[in-house]
């Protein structure tokens, strides 16, 4: 700070006290300017440095704000005006990964047929695909089962199905779980071979229907999660199973449930 | 635009393709039976073909008629006459003899043109056996389902066993239709077993005896659709044979015996 400065502004200050007086008192020292008064501790009795101090704080009781201007300083001790604070940006949330455009579920399943004497219960595992980013989405399932015994109107059946399904799947994304419904039609081979009869053949028929399916799973983006399916197929016109003498002993099964449980993969 | 209409022809399509493919499909899973005799083929060869036979006794008749028919056009008219004396009986019948399981339901359907009066007795199905498979001098009879009158005047069934008698019906005095194109069905079950032997009869449907017991003592089994009476008034008499069938389950009244 310039020393002409510094008088200017003791001058203006209107005090008839203008004087800066420095009071040695051992291992300490006091500063007395404009009716300010201050007392350090310096056990060294350094001259130069209670200098330095003295100096410093006459010049912040006097001008404190050109002792803050970078600018005005000339030689040291100077200090510089601290750094404006920092400006806070509001922080962005961070970006969810986007939902996985393919999503592969595989587990085992379970399926019957409801409305035949024996209930066939089949066993076999089961592969779906669901393909886009939206919340609907569209949807391919096939599975492959075990043959199983049942009977139809009192004909004794191995029966083997190979269900194939294509829907659209919407899905209610939660904070733990992802909720989705499905909806499509519903294709199976279905093959009949009678058990018991003297002349036995094995036949193999179409079933077309309609599909809902209701599902849950662990709320991930992408990667492994597991996932619970409950399907129903309902059949407007399933096929027929005719054995002599009988005719037509009844219809393969109107309605097919089905569960299946395992682990998607969302790529 | 042409596209859209493309896709949309296409997609119409597949969908009836695969409506199509669904609906109305029928599974033949096979047959439970074995043998069948529908006379259409205006032929006993169903009979003869299998190493059975067609027979009459002198002076009476077994042809192929179309007059009636249970099922079709053509059926087995069985014509006999049978006076009050005649010690051998007088018949005409169809018969599968060996090469049958030991154990199936056989079943006939019989058209009774008029009501007769039977004398001594009127043979419609048999059952017989052999003692040796393979000696046919060993043959045997073992039942005779037979029809019978009722004081009523109707007509009704009996059952004989050659070794003991009549057996009586668990159904006494079944009737049997006669006249105005009525059929009736018979259907037995018939176990050949020497000592855990079965004899189960139907009439239309209806049980009418559920007997068990020794049957044959060898495996082979002959069964007979006949018309072999004595002592018939009028002498000659009327029976029309359709739709006879083997079968390892029943064939029953609503039974197909053909697709």
């Known amino acids: 700070m310039p020393r002409e400065h510094l008088i200017s502004r003791l001058r203006a200050s209107g005090k008839t006290e203008t004087s800066i007086h420095i009071e040695d008192m051992g291992a300490t020292f006091r500063i007395s300017v404009l009716d300010k008064v201050r007392e350090y501790r310096e056990e060294a009795r350094e001259c130069a440095y209670r200098a330095k101090v003295a100096a410093l704080f006459a010049a912040l009781i006097i001008d404190p704000a050109a002792l803050l201007n970078g600018a005005l300083c000339e030689r040291p001790p100077c200090l510089t005006a601290p750094p404006p604070p920092a400006r806070v940006e509001p922080k962005p949330l961070p970006a969810l990964p986007p939902r996985p455009l393919v999503r592969l579920e595989l587990g085992p399943t379970f399926v019957t047929g409801l409305g035949s004497e024996d209930r066939a219960a089949h066993w076999g595992g089961a592969f779906r695909l669901a393909l886009g980013r939206g919340r609907v989405v569209s949807v391919l399932g096939a599975a492959a089962l075990w043959p199983a015994d049942s009977s139809i109107g009192g004909v004794r059946l191995q029966q083997w199905r190979l269900p194939v399904d294509l829907g659209l799947r919407a899905t209610l994304p939660g904070t733990w779980i992802d909720y989705y419904g499905e909806i499509g039609l519903a294709f199976a081979l279905l093959s009949e071979r009678a058990l018991d009869l003297a002349t036995a053949r094995s036949q193999t028929g179409m079933e077309l229907g309609g599909r809902v399916g209701l599902g849950a799973r662990l709320a991930r983006r992408a990667g492994l999660a597991p996932f619970a399916l409950l399907h129903v197929e309902l059949l407007p016109d399933p096929p027929s199973v005719f054995a002599l003498p009988r005719g037509v002993a009844g219809r393969t099964p109107y309605v097919w449930m089905g569960a299946c449980l395992g682990a998607s993969w969302g790529i | ?259």
């Open chain 2, 1 to 259: 635009m042409k596209a859209h209409t493309t896709n949309k022809r296409a997609f119409l399509a597949v969908s009836c393709l695969m409506l199509a493919a669904g609906c109305g499909q029928e599974l033949d899973v096979g047959s439970d039976v074995l043998w069948t005799a529908r006379f259409e083929g205006n032929s006993f060869a169903e009979w003869t073909s299998v190493g059975g036979s067609d027979n009459a006794s002198s002076g009476d008749v077994i042809e192929l008629s179309s007059e009636y028919a249970y099922q079709g056009k053509y059926a087995a008219k069985l014509t006999i006459t049978a006076p009050s004396v005649n010690p051998q009986g007088s018949g005409s019948g169809l018969a599968r003899q060996g090469n049958l399981p030991t154990q199936a339901y056989y079943s006939a359907w019989y058209y009774l043109p008029s009501k007769v009066a039977v004398g001594i007795y009127w043979v419609i199905m048999k059952f017989r056996y052999r003692t040796v498979v393979d000696d046919s001098s060993t043959e045997g009879e073992l039942f005779d389902l037979n029809l019978k009158n009722l004081p009523s005047g109707d007509m009704s069934l009996r059952l004989y066993d050659h070794r003991m008698g009549d057996l009586p019906l668990d159904v006494a005095d079944p009737i049997v239709p006669a006249g105005n194109n009525v059929w009736f069905q018979v259907e037995a079950f018939y176990r050949d077993d020497a000592v855990d032997g079965q004899l189960t009869l139907w009439l239309d449907g209806k049980q009418i005896l559920d007997w068990k017991g020794p049957t044959g003592p060898t495996p082979w089994v002959a069964w007979d659709v006949v018309s072999v009476g004595e002592n018939l008034n009028p002498a000659t008499a009327l029976l029309y044979v359709d739709d006879c069938a083997i079968s390892q389950s029943r064939v029953g009244l609503t039974g197909l015996i053909a697709k």
